[in-house]
C-alpha cells in the first residue's frame, strides 16, 4: 500500500468519526445547556455584610456576577475573586454603573458578616458579601446548581469541596456560567460582552 492511498483511508475514517460524532458531541452540549439552565435561583432573605436583608431582588439588573466561596479557602476564591476585582477595574465608568458582584458564603458558621466585611475589603472595588441561616444558604446555593461538602482535617478543622463558576444574570436570571478555570481575561471579555 502507497502513502497516497494510505492518506486517502485515514482522511476517509476521520470524515466517517466526525459524521457519526458529531450529533452525539451536539447533543450532549444541549443536554448539558438545559442541565443548567433548569437552575434559576429561588426566593430567599439573607444578610449582606452590613446585617441588610438581601433577596433575589438584589441581583436585578443589566448583569450581575454571583460566586459563591468561603473566607478561608486557600486558592480558588481569593482567586476568582480577584479577576471579578480587576474585571470591574478595567470597565468604564458606565459599565461598572451596570455591573454588581455578590459573594455568598457557603461557610456561614464561620464567615459572618464582619468576617465577610474584612475579607472583602481587601478588594479595590465593591464586592457585595452575603451571609446567614446555613439552611436558606444551602437551598440557595442548591437552586443556582452549587454543590459542597465539608472536608475535615486531622486537626478538626475543614475545607469546603464546592463548584465553583461564577453565574452570570441578567434581570435576575440565568445568562451564562464562566469556569473557575477561566484566566483573567476570559473572565474579563465574558463580562465586558453582556454590557455590551
Same mark, same amino acid.
Given at each position: 500500500?502507497?502513502?497516497?492511498?494510505?492518506?486517502?483511508?485515514?482522511?476517509?475514517?476521520?470524515?466517517?468519526?466526525?459524521?457519526?460524532?458529531?450529533?452525539?458531541?451536539?447533543?450532549?452540549?444541549?443536554?448539558?445547556?438545559?442541565?443548567?439552565?433548569?437552575?434559576?435561583?429561588?426566593?430567599?432573605?439573607?444578610?449582606?455584610?452590613?446585617?441588610?436583608?438581601?433577596?433575589?431582588?438584589?441581583?436585578?439588573?443589566?448583569?450581575?456576577?454571583?460566586?459563591?466561596?468561603?473566607?478561608?479557602?486557600?486558592?480558588?476564591?481569593?482567586?476568582?475573586?480577584?479577576?471579578?476585582?480587576?474585571?470591574?477595574?478595567?470597565?468604564?465608568?458606565?459599565?461598572?454603573?451596570?455591573?454588581?458582584?455578590?459573594?455568598?458564603?457557603?461557610?456561614?458558621?464561620?464567615?459572618?458578616?464582619?468576617?465577610?466585611?474584612?475579607?472583602?475589603?481587601?478588594?479595590?472595588?465593591?464586592?457585595?458579601?452575603?451571609?446567614?441561616?446555613?439552611?436558606?444558604?444551602?437551598?440557595?446555593?442548591?437552586?443556582?446548581?452549587?454543590? /459542597?461538602?465539608? !472536608?475535615?482535617?486531622? @486537626? %478538626?478543622? $475543614? #475545607?469546603?469541596?464546592? &463548584? /465553583?463558576?461564577? !453565574?452570570?444574570?441578567? @434581570? %435576575?436570571? $440565568? #445568562?451564562?456560567?464562566? &469556569?473557575?478555570?477561566?484566566?483573567?481575561?476570559?473572565?474579563?471579555?465574558?463580562?465586558?460582552?453582556?454590557?455590551?
Amino acid at each position: 500500500m502507497n502513502l497516497k492511498t494510505s492518506i486517502t483511508i485515514i482522511i476517509g475514517c476521520l470524515v466517517i468519526f466526525l459524521f457519526v460524532m458529531l450529533p452525539i458531541f451536539i447533543s450532549i452540549e444541549k443536554k448539558e445547556d438545559s442541565y443548567v439552565k433548569k437552575f434559576q435561583g429561588s426566593s430567599f432573605s439573607l444578610n449582606d455584610v452590613n446585617n441588610d436583608i438581601i433577596t433575589e431582588s438584589s441581583f436585578e439588573g443589566p448583569l450581575t456576577a454571583i460566586f459563591f466561596g468561603f473566607t478561608n479557602c486557600p486558592d480558588v476564591c481569593p482567586m476568582t475573586l480577584n479577576n471579578l476585582d480587576l474585571a470591574i477595574k478595567n470597565l468604564d465608568q458606565e459599565k461598572k454603573n451596570k455591573f454588581k458582584v455578590f459573594f455568598v458564603s457557603i461557610d456561614p458558621e464561620r464567615d459572618s458578616p464582619e468576617v465577610i466585611k474584612n475579607y472583602l475589603n481587601s478588594f479595590e472595588n465593591k464586592i457585595y458579601g452575603i451571609t446567614g441561616d446555613p439552611k436558606k444558604i444551602f437551598t440557595m446555593s442548591k437552586s443556582w446548581g452549587i454543590l /459542597s461538602e465539608k !472536608i475535615f482535617t486531622e @486537626d %478538626g478543622n $475543614y #475545607l469546603i469541596n464546592h &463548584s /465553583s463558576s461564577i !453565574i452570570l444574570l441578567k @434581570d %435576575g436570571k $440565568y #445568562l451564562s456560567r464562566i &469556569s473557575h478555570h477561566a484566566d483573567y481575561e476570559n473572565i474579563f471579555k465574558n463580562i465586558n460582552k453582556y454590557l455590551r
